[in-house]
């Protein structure tokens, strides 16, 4: 299996930053639970990779990778014309 690792730029408005794995724990869910059906939230450590659910955020804490902060996508009918 070949694997390509590939830099991409996403378009998107920042909500919130968590400083550490407890913080995430006691706040994610008033934070960014609220968002809706629609609206996609995506999560970045400080290197990069996409933090999904809590193995992710353990992963951070034990390798040192917060601050994780999370952005709203924003949807093409939001963008505009080109």
């Not at 939230?41 to 601050?67: H, K, Q, S």
């Amino acid at each position: 299996m070949i694997t390509e690792q590939v830099e991409v730029k996403i378009n998107g408005e920042f909500i919130c930053q968590f400083t550490s794995f407890s913080q995430w724990v006691n706040k994610a869910k008033s934070w960014i639970g609220h968002f809706g059906r629609y609206q996609q939230i995506v999560c970045i450590d400080t290197l990069g990779n996409l933090c999904f659910i809590g193995e992710d955020f353990m992963y951070a804490r034990d390798n040192n990778l917060f601050p994780v902060k999370a952005y709203r996508l924003k949807r093409s009918v939001e963008n505009g014309k080109p």
